[in-house]
């Protein structure tokens, strides 16, 4: 989706349920009002670090969905370091997810809370924990902060080399399901669902890629 086309409606004229926001740091002052009346509606939006903080000419601004999102970012400080980041609140198919830790990119150092809900964390250099998942209700609808970006898509993407059932293979396979859990759990807050799931061993097949076509 273009920016142009959400500052028209097109998110409420197509029924758009869920919109990610991938790096989206510059928002014109319609984009985030647009944004804004789409979560208040009923939809859910994610984004990722920094979401709004600069404005439609890339201009240091007063974060722009901070009430959206239901958090304070402050300065915006950056660590961008790959570590732990600890999930503690996850729910797939209203069952509760066991708690697990996965190595991510993590975001702003400063980010707080202020009305929303902490899902998962991360720790700065002193040892002090910083929000990582956040969602927040705002209206009808939801808003979800990651406060982390993915460090190694290949790991997430590709599935091995020639088959080869290793170590290292498997590890990345966890990699895998674990960051399919989080985003699994986000299409749910949306209702939104695959229209084909292929499992292995009652557990999501996470080294398929499905394609649906219409004749």
């Known amino acids: 989706v273009a920016y142009e086309q959400v500052e028209n409606g097109k998110l409420r004229d197509d029924g758009v349920k869920l919109l ?5 740091q510059a928002l014109s002052a319609i984009e985030a009002e647009r944004l804004r009346q789409f979560v208040a509606e009923g939809g859910v939006l994610v984004a990722d670090v920094l979401p709004g903080f600069r404005d439609g000419h890339a201009r240091p601004v007063k974060p722009l969905l901070d009430d959206v999102f239901g958090v304070d970012q402050g300065q915006g400080r950056l660590v961008f370091e790959v570590g732990p980041v600890a999930v503690k609140s996850l729910s797939l198919a209203g069952a509760a997810v066991a708690p697990f830790s996965v190595d991510a990119k993590r975001g702003n ?42 460090n190694d898509y290949g790991t997430y993407a590709a599935g091995g080399v020639g088959g080869e059932v290793s170590i290292v293979r498997e590890a990345k396979a966890e990699k895998r399901r674990q960051m399919g859990d989080i985003f699994r759990s986000l299409l749910e ?12 061993n ?14």
Request: charged share 20%.
């Open 20 to 24: 990610v926001l991938p790096m989206s």
């Open 109 to 150: 150092a400063d980010l707080k809370l202020a009305g929303a809900t902490a899902l998962a964390s991360f720790q700065d250099k002193q040892g002090r924990d910083v929000p990582a998942l956040v969602v927040n209700r705002y209206g009808k609808g939801r808003a979800v902060y990651l406060n982390f970006v993915i």
């Open 189 to 200: 807050l949306a209702q939104v669902r695959p229209r084909v799931r292929i499992f292995e």
């Open 202 to 215: 009652d557990a999501p097949f996470v080294d398929a890629v499905p394609y649906v076509y219409r004749s």
